[in-house]
């Protein structure tokens, strides 16, 4: 049994669908901030606060939704975010999101830390993946990575470096998750209070002879499982990363190399001396430094920055208006994690394939009011901001 898809009309609901179906430990983990969640907050207020100046007898009829994206025409500025174990939202969940994904024309970045692999998600949508890449303290495994991503056809690595150390998610820590379960009595009654999860999610793996989920980008014989999340030091998050390392990486592979996470000045002007072709200014979906600006006050002068680089801009999305804006601001494309994941839960492929379509439709609806045909026309005399005027 499913959500009747017809009836979720917004973000809300489709989040309001997710939360039923899923156990409070893996919703929240999807859907919440860090520490005090105050760049939660205050990104979303950020954007509250830009209003829209619309033109009025433009004469447009139509909405041109593409752009360029690395060097690429894509149909929209849109680009599925790297969120870890989507595939325990439902089995096979990553690969169910590239596919919905590529029937819209939009391109996944898969996670390092997925449950289903590199070379399934890029069977289930050729040539429409990109990868994510944590740095390991074993930068040679690292690389071993990076090289079966290469295999796999994929063109474009996303290198997070805004993680350093495991940011306080203390809702986490309460619901007893760690990138997997840890079993205390509330955990346990929070599972077996969502019986269809629980049973599409675990039970029928197990029963079909799949075992417990994994994270299968880890090294034969050092994956933590789910059930079993701790890594072996070797394959855990350096804390050392310097740009030397990007340097080298920059060297190692030859496809289009983006960094995600970045929010100062200075990084970029760092990333384009180096050859970076991309950044995704980025606050980590507010859920890593609580203290972090919002991406809509430092987009512009990162934008300006930027030079040739690509410009991508996630964190907070939750409507084709909240696009519009990063858009103006001078994004070249957005990343939105959330809301796939939200449908995904809410209806499996459909209800990806849904959450973005309805996504692009608000973006149209909110163009065409505007009185905007391209998105090349977005600007920042698109917007006007009225914080501390309401």
Avoid at 131 to 145: E, S, V
Avoid at 256 to 278: C, F, M, Q, Y
């Amino acid at each position: 049994m499913r959500h009747d898809l017809s009836a979720l009309l917004e973000t809300e609901d489709f989040r309001t669908a997710a939360r039923r179906y899923l156990p409070r430990v893996l919703f929240e983990y999807m859907d919440r901030g860090s520490e005090r969640e105050t760049a939660l907050k205050q990104g979303r207020t950020a954007l509250d606060h830009l209003r829209i100046m619309p033109s009025v007898l433009t004469g447009s009829s139509t909405r041109d939704l593409s752009c360029n994206i690395l060097g690429k025409t894509f149909p929209t500025p849109l680009i599925v975010a790297p969120t870890a174990i989507a595939g325990m939202i439902r089995t096979g969940g990553e690969a169910r999101i590239a596919s919905a994904a590529a029937r819209v024309g939009i391109p996944v970045c898969l996670a390092t830390q997925s449950i289903v692999p590199i070379e399934t998600v890029a069977r289930a949508a050729p040539g429409n993946v990109w990868f994510q890449l944590y740095i390991w303290q074993n930068r040679q495994r690292t690389l071993d990575l990076v090289e079966r991503v290469r295999t796999a056809g994929v063109e474009t690595l996303l290198v997070t470096v805004d993680t350093a150390v495991q940011p306080l998610r203390h809702y986490n820590r309460r619901n007893g998750f760690s990138m997997g379960f840890r079993a205390t009595p509330r955990s346990v009654l929070d599972i077996a209070s969502h019986p269809r999860w629980a049973w599409n999610a675990l039970l029928r793996p197990l029963l079909q002879g799949r075992g417990v989920p994994d994270f299968p980008h880890y090294p034969e014989g050092l994956r933590p499982n789910v059930l079993r999340p701790q890594q072996d030091p070797s394959v855990r998050l350096a804390q050392d990363v310097t740009w030397q390392d990007i340097e080298h990486l920059r060297v190692f592979w030859k496809g289009n190399l983006v960094l995600k996470g970045v929010l100062s000045p200075e990084d970029v002007t760092h990333a384009r001396r180096i050859g970076i072709d991309g950044i995704v200014v980025s606050t980590h979906g507010a859920r890593n430094l609580d203290s972090a600006p919002a991406v809509a006050d430092v987009l512009p002068s990162l934008a300006d920055e930027a030079g040739n680089m690509t410009v991508i801009a996630d964190s907070g999305i939750r409507q084709g208006s909240d696009v519009f804006k990063l858009l103006a601001l001078g994004a070249d494309a957005v990343m939105v994690g959330r809301l796939p994941l939200y449908g995904l839960a809410a209806g499996g492929v459909e209800g990806v394939e849904r959450i973005l379509n309805m996504l692009l439709d608000e973006l149209r609806v909110t163009m065409a009011l505007s009185g905007k045909a391209t998105l090349s026309q977005l600007g920042l005399n698109s917007l006007l901001n009225v914080r501390g005027q309401e």
